[in-house]
């Protein structure tokens, strides 16, 4: 009996929560949130289209590319001595333009005077020894025809005669050997040039061997300016093609023809040279200049301001070569 009343509340109140549960189960579902509209994915941009390593179509069926040259002198020379002696006084200086034969370095000249007097005594006492001979040889030639001497005599005296003609001869040589050391002791411009270069000074002893270099000379007119052509353009460049050449460094826009291509490609660059001569009589011009360049084949048409822009992209300085 005591344990009833409280078997009851826990009855109703079990009923209660199962009630409870049941209304919780029959609430209509929550509305679902509305679905976000689903966003066009944005197209990516289309990438930029690379530039080509290769000048563009257009431009290669046209004119040949923009291609880089350099000035260089058309004749370089370092000039050494013929003889050996010590400087006596060296003529010109860096920057000087000088005349083909002008004097640029004179050697001591005292040795070679000595030997040129000695040639020509030696020479004196071999036209004295042939004139006696050929005096014994004539009276000797004339009793022979007498028979006043022997055979034997006479071939003594012929012998001796054609000695002293090759004595003179060997005399005259020395002679021209001593002359020709003394002119060479000045040493001389070979062409028209610039000099480039002083290499020695006075009191200097310069030899033959090893060669002492003395001073270095360029002639600069003309001027050559060296085209660097890759091998894929190299089947349209022939002499006389049109060429346009643009020097930075100057300012100056010449139109020119091609004057020689070089059959071999460089074995460091893998290019082919060609060559164009630019008259210099102003001297404006030197050596060492860079160049931009455009080879127009004949049956190649003119290059329109597009083509020209991105054949210049193209243009690659060329590297300082050691």
Known sequence: MTARPLFVPFFVLATLSCQRGAEVARLPQAQAAPAVAALPTPTPPAPATALAADPPAAV??????????????????TLTPKVSSAVTRVHVREGDMVKQGQPLVTLDTRDFLLRAEQAEAARDGAKVQLDAAKLDWDRVKSLLAETAVPQSQFDAIDARYKGAKAG??????????????LHDS?????????????????????????????????????MDLRIQVPATNIGQVAVGDAVH?????????????????????????RTFSAIVEIPNRDHSLRSGLYAEVTLR?????????????????HLIPPRDLP
């Open 60 to 77: 290669a069926r046209s004119a040949s590319p923009f291609l880089s040259g350099t000035t260089e002198a058309h004749r370089r020379s």
């Open 168 to 181: 003179l001869a060997a005399a005259e040589a020395a002679v021209g050997l001593a002359t020709k050391a």
């Open 186 to 222: 000045v040493v001389r411009a070979p062409f028209d040039g610039l000099i480039v270069k002083r290499l020695i000074n006075e009191g200097e002893y310069a030899t033959v061997m090893p060669a002492t270099p003395l001073v270095a000379i360029e002639e600069i007119d003309p």
């Open 245 to 269: 050449a643009s020097l930075p460094a100057t300012g100056q826009e010449l139109d020119l023809r091609l004057t020689r291509v070089v059959p071999a490609s460089d074995p460091h660059t």
């Open 297 to 313: 084949p004949r049956n190649a048409r003119a290059l329109t301001e597009t083509e020209t822009a991105k054949a210049r992209r």
